[in-house]
């Protein structure tokens, strides 16, 4: 079986994406507008997506959720992202959040923590980033200190998807300071009433505003030794095993919001006259619009391949999965900006929504990872 038989989707997944698009179209869409401008958690949009099974779609049956695989879980982000990115970011975070428990949490942490997110009472966040350890995530300074059979927590989290509004959030911390770097970190799950724990204020973002990004902040922590996730030791190695899977999502937003950008461009051309005539029929804006879709469908390709790999844990998936990010997010910068251009003064109001299509498609070049970090992985995959 060739590798586009394994991630060519299926008659389900083609469903699937006409209910996700139906609901984004009706319950999200027409508030994205507003969730941007007021800088506003979409909790209409979680309600929807909540209702409709979409916002942690990847949570296995067993603990109580819709089991999507990898391609069905991107198919969501993406249909939702083509409406309001903000909104995206709920089932694409909970993937974050709780993917290290499904690769390394043993069976009672899984069945505690993917439970609640899988029928929508709680939501999941990662922390990984701090101030002074963005991409040299080996250099954390935040520490889990032994107590009996507890951990104590002390430090901060840097620019966390989703903070304040998550109920549990999957933290590394350095658990042995003299051990050797990066196999001296554990992962921990944090809740979001545990004593000590706090939020700090929301980040004044370029976009997405409508998913609050905020720092989180430990003042000795109390955590039970019974929310260690996977082996002590292993939380760098977790980290890493998961942005090589979630990064597979981001390139999916990073499609959605590029479609959403394509698709107002394409009827706006259209309709708005100049010289006499539709400015579609004008060949250098047609050539613009051929690029920008030629780029999309192999964005899109390049991520569905990523998410295959992804399914099965191919030993390429840290390639892909880096690949498939980086250009995805690369080509939605360039698409969203052509469409600007493409309204012309519209464009560049908030009349129209392609402005805040092209500020929210910038963070896909940046979060999990900055596209100068992706061509690194890519690069030491291809060197090995």
Request: overall charge negative; hydrophobic content about 40%; glycine content about 10%.
């Given at each position: 079986?060739?590798?586009?038989?394994?991630?060519?989707?299926?008659e389900e997944h083609?469903?699937?994406?006409?209910?996700?698009?139906?609901v984004a179209?009706d319950?999200?869409?027409p508030?994205?507008?507003?969730?941007?401008?007021?800088?506003?958690f979409?909790?209409?949009?979680?309600?929807?997506?909540r209702?409709?099974d979409?916002h942690a779609?990847?949570?296995p049956?067993?603990?109580?959720?819709?089991?999507?695989d990898?391609?069905?879980?991107?198919i969501v982000?993406?249909?939702?992202?083509?409406?309001?990115a903000?909104?995206s970011?709920i089932?694409a975070?909970?993937?974050?959040?709780t993917m290290?428990?499904?690769?390394?949490g043993?069976?009672?942490?899984?069945?505690r923590y993917?439970?609640?997110v899988?029928?929508?009472?709680?939501?999941f966040?990662y922390?990984l980033?701090e101030?002074?350890a963005?991409?040299d995530?080996?250099n954390?300074?935040t520490?889990?200190t032994?107590?009996g059979?507890d951990w104590?927590l002390?430090?901060q989290?840097?620019?966390?998807?989703?903070a304040?509004?998550?109920d549990?959030?999957?933290?590394?911390?350095?658990?042995?300071?003299?051990?050797?770097r990066?196999?001296?970190?554990s992962?921990?799950?944090v809740h979001?009433?545990?004593e000590?724990?706090?939020v700090?204020?929301p980040?004044?973002k370029?976009g997405?505003?409508?998913?609050?990004?905020?720092e989180?902040?430990?003042?000795?922590?109390?955590?039970?030794?019974?929310?260690?996730v996977?082996?002590?030791?292993?939380?760098?190695?977790?980290?890493?095993r998961t942005l090589?899977?979630?990064?597979v999502t981001?390139?999916?937003?990073?499609?959605?919001i590029?479609?959403?950008?394509?698709?107002?461009a394409?009827?706006?051309?259209?309709?708005?006259?100049?010289f006499?005539?539709?400015?579609?029929?004008?060949?250098g804006?047609?050539f613009?619009l051929a690029d920008m879709?030629?780029?999309?469908e192999?964005a899109r390709q390049?991520?569905y391949?990523?998410?295959a790999?992804?399914?099965?844990g191919d030993d390429?998936?840290?390639?892909?999965?880096?690949?498939?990010k980086?250009y995805a997010s690369?080509?939605?910068?360039?698409?969203?900006t052509d469409a600007?251009?493409?309204?012309?003064?519209?464009?560049?109001?908030?009349?129209y929504?392609?402005e805040?299509?092209?500020?929210d498609a910038k963070i896909?070049?940046?979060?999990e990872?900055?596209n100068?970090?992706?061509?690194m992985?890519?690069?030491r995959?291809m060197?090995?």
């Amino acid at each position: 079986m060739s590798d586009f038989d394994l991630y060519r989707p299926t008659e389900e997944h083609d469903a699937l994406r006409e209910a996700v698009r139906a609901v984004a179209e009706d319950k999200i869409a027409p508030h994205a507008a507003e969730v941007d401008a007021a800088a506003e958690f979409p909790q209409a949009a979680y309600d929807a997506l909540r209702a409709g099974d979409f916002h942690a779609p990847h949570i296995p049956e067993a603990y109580g959720g819709a089991g999507a695989d990898a391609l069905a879980t991107c198919i969501v982000i993406e249909e939702v992202a083509r409406s309001c990115a903000s909104s995206s970011l709920i089932p694409a975070v909970n993937k974050l959040g709780t993917m290290p428990l499904v690769l390394a949490g043993s069976e009672e942490v899984k069945r505690r923590y993917l439970a609640p997110v899988a029928s929508g009472e709680a939501m999941f966040s990662y922390g990984l980033s701090e101030r002074e350890a963005g991409s040299d995530t080996a250099n954390m300074r935040t520490r889990a200190t032994a107590d009996g059979h507890d951990w104590i927590l002390s430090g901060q989290k840097s620019w966390i998807t989703n903070a304040g509004v998550s109920d549990y959030y999957t933290v590394m911390a350095v658990t042995d300071p003299d051990g050797p770097r990066g196999r001296n970190i554990s992962a921990f799950v944090v809740h979001a009433d545990d004593e000590g724990f706090s939020v700090g204020e929301p980040e004044k973002k370029l976009g997405i505003k409508g998913s609050p990004t905020r720092e989180l902040l430990f003042d000795n922590v109390r955590i039970p030794g019974d929310r260690l996730v996977g082996n002590l030791g292993d939380g760098l190695r977790i980290a890493l095993r998961t942005l090589d899977h979630t990064r597979v999502t981001i390139g999916a937003q990073a499609v959605g919001i590029a479609q959403g950008a394509l698709d107002y461009a394409l009827g706006y051309v259209k309709e708005r006259r100049q010289f006499g005539k539709a400015i579609a029929e004008f060949q250098g804006l047609q050539f613009m619009l051929a690029d920008m879709g030629m780029k999309l469908e192999a964005a899109r390709q390049m991520v569905y391949v990523a998410a295959a790999k992804s399914e099965r844990g191919d030993d390429d998936l840290s390639f892909f999965g880096a690949a498939a990010k980086c250009y995805a997010s690369d080509v939605a910068m360039e698409i969203t900006t052509d469409a600007v251009q493409l309204l012309g003064g519209n464009g560049y109001t908030r009349d129209y929504p392609v402005e805040r299509m092209m500020r929210d498609a910038k963070i896909t070049q940046i979060y999990e990872g900055t596209n100068q970090i992706q061509r690194m992985v890519m690069a030491r995959q291809m060197l090995k």
